[in-house]
């Protein structure tokens, strides 16, 4: 069975840096398209980072050069490294597995960037 | 940037009643990378069609999408208490490769 499951969501202050994690199981993350999306509260969903199969990586523009995305092959979890957080980025964060459809979704972390 | 709307905002159906959702992209996208997703309250979305028109495993068949280019439609031959909730469509493109729309709620008459 596939699972997903975040973790490393926490109260920050603006301009900290974060680092969440999503845990795979039933799957191998590296021979697979990997995203994390993001809600902001009673809002919709937001697309940051895909990493593909291949290594490569692409970011929304609201996150490019402050967030990173990576993968940890030993422990098959998906990772994303951010800095320089705002208020903007208090969200839900989803880890999602797919490129053109998401057909696994984590539970989401909340992360909320506030003094 | 492929600019996704959904239409309506929401939908005020009673049990039974067929819902129509759309979802109008800004420029043409391939039918293969349209998608839709089922979120409820407190919980993750859910996959429910893929490739705009195949359905998601366990998705009941009174869920149907179609369309093609830059409209495309999710439909709820007749709607049940559980599927009240929001829908979103999703889209995989160039640059950036993935949007959402914003969201039809789906809410009880």
């Known amino acids: 069975e596939v699972q997903l499951v975040e973790s490393g969501g926490h109260l920050i202050q603006p301009g900290g840096s974060l680092r969440l994690s999503c845990a795979a199981s039933?799957?191998?993350?590296?021979?697979?398209?990997m995203s994390w999306v993001r809600q902001a509260p009673g809002k919709g969903l937001e697309w940051v980072s895909v990493v593909y199969d291949t290594g490569r990586t692409y970011y929304a523009d609201s996150v490019k050069g402050r967030f990173t995305i990576s993968r940890d092959n030993s422990k098959n979890t998906l990772d994303l490294q951010m800095k320089s957080l705002r208020a903007e980025d208090t969200a839900v964060y989803y880890c999602a597995r797919g490129l053109r459809y998401f057909d696994s979704w984590g539970l989401g972390t909340l992360v909320t960037v506030s003094s | 940037e492929i600019v996704l709307t959904q239409s309506p905002g929401t939908l005020s159906l009673s049990p039974g009643e067929r819902a129509t959702l759309s979802c109008r992209a800004s420029?043409?996208?391939?039918?293969?990378?349209l998608a839709w997703y089922q979120q409820k309250p407190g919980q993750a979305p859910r996959l429910l069609m893929y490739g705009a028109s195949s359905r998601a495993i366990g998705i009941p068949d009174r869920f149907s999408g179609s369309g093609s280019g830059t409209d495309f439609t999710l439909t709820i031959s007749r709607v049940e208490p559980e599927d009240f909730a929001v829908y979103y469509c999703?889209?995989?493109?160039?640059?950036?490769?993935?949007?959402f729309g914003p969201g039809t709620r789906v809410d009880i008459k």
């Open positions: 999703q889209q995989y493109g160039s640059s950036p490769p993935i949007t």
């Open positions: 420029q043409s996208v391939s039918s293969s990378y």
């Open positions: 039933g799957f191998i993350v590296r021979s697979t398209h």
